[in-house]
C-alpha cells in the first residue's frame, strides 16, 4: 500500500471572502491548504489527507494513528510567547487553534518517530516546540529580502547552501540550489537537537533535521511550489515517502 500522509491545514475565519465566491454561508468557519502539497505528496507515491485545525486531541490522535508520516505545511505567524518574545506590529496574524494543533502533532510525530516534513511555517512550528526562537521580522539590510509575496510561486528568489551529509544533500546532490521564499520570520535560536543543513548567503538557517529520528527535516522555501517547474524539488517528497514505507 502507499503511505498515508497526514497534511496540515489553515482556519480561516474569512466567511465574506467565501461568499464573494457564492460559496457558504455567513459565520462558517473553513480548513484551507493549498493543492501543491497534495500534489507534490502525490506525485511521490503517497496518499494525501487533510488534516483540520482542532482543539480536539482525540480527532488529531485518531488521524495520526492512521497515517504514516505528517507534513506540517505554510501559514500564518506563530504565537510570538511560545517562543518567548512579546508580540509586536511587525507579526502577522496568529491563529491559536492552528498553533495547538500543530504543536500537538509534532509532538505525537516526534514522540512516536513518525516521518515529520516541515515547509515555512513547518520549520518554525518545529524550531519552536523544540524550545528555538524566531525573528519575528527579518531585518532589512542585515538579511536579503525574504519575502518575495509578488512573485510566481515557481520564481527562485536566492540560493540556499546545502551541508554534505544531510538528507538535503541525498536528495539534492548538490551543495548550492536556488528556491523560492515567501517568508518574513525564520530561526533566530536554533532548537534542541536540531541540526542547520542548509543556510541562505546573508547566514539565515533555511533547513534543519534531526539526526536521531527516522525522518525530521523542514525546509523554509516552498518545494511543493517549485517541482512541477523543477523537477528535482521533489526529490525531498520522494525521500519522505520512501521513509514514509519503513
Not at 3 to 31: C, E, H, M, R, W
Not at 165 to 184: C, M, P, Q, R, T
Request: aromatic content about 10%; charged content about 25%; some cysteine.
Amino acid at each position: 500500500m502507499k503511505p498515508v500522509i497526514g497534511i496540515t491545514s489553515n482556519y480561516v475565519d474569512d466567511d465574506v471572502y467565501f461568499l464573494n465566491k457564492g460559496l457558504g454561508a455567513l459565520g462558517q468557519d473553513y480548513s484551507a491548504v493549498a493543492v501543491d502539497y497534495l500534489n507534490a505528496i502525490i506525485y511521490a507515491g503517497g496518499v494525501p489527507i487533510v488534516i483540520e485545525p482542532s482543539y480536539n486531541e482525540n480527532y488529531l490522535r485518531d488521524v495520526l494513528n492512521i497515517v504514516d508520516g505528517v507534513l506540517v505545511t505554510g501559514g500564518n505567524d506563530v504565537e510570538s510567547l511560545r517562543y518567548g518574545v512579546n508580540s509586536s506590529s511587525k507579526i502577522g496574524r496568529v491563529f491559536r487553534i492552528r498553533d495547538e494543533s500543530d504543536l500537538f502533532i509534532t509532538d505525537y510525530a516526534i514522540n512516536n518517530d513518525m516521518p515529520y516534513l516541515g515547509i515555512c511555517r513547518g520549520l518554525q512550528i518545529l524550531n519552536t516546540y523544540m524550545n528555538g526562537t524566531l525573528i519575528t521580522d527579518i531585518e532589512p539590510g542585515k538579511y536579503i529580502d525574504h519575502s518575495a509575496v509578488n512573485s510566481e510561486k515557481y520564481i527562485k528568489a536566492h540560493s540556499v547552501n546545502i551541508k554534505r551529509g544531510s538528507i538535503l544533500f541525498d536528495a539534492y546532490k548538490k551543495e548550492k540550489v536556488f528556491v523560492n521564499s515567501f517568508h518574513h520570520q525564520g530561526i533566530d535560536k536554533l532548537g534542541e537537537n536540531l541540526r542547520a543543513v542548509a543556510s541562505s548567503d546573508d547566514g539565515l538557517c533555511e533547513a534543519v533535521q534531526m539526526d536521531n529520528k527516522r525522518f525530521v527535516l523542514a525546509t523554509q522555501w516552498h518545494p511543493e511550489m517549485l517541482f512541477e517547474d523543477d523537477e528535482i524539488h521533489a526529490e525531498i517528497f520522494k525521500k519522505f515517502i520512501e521513509a514514509c514505507k519503513n
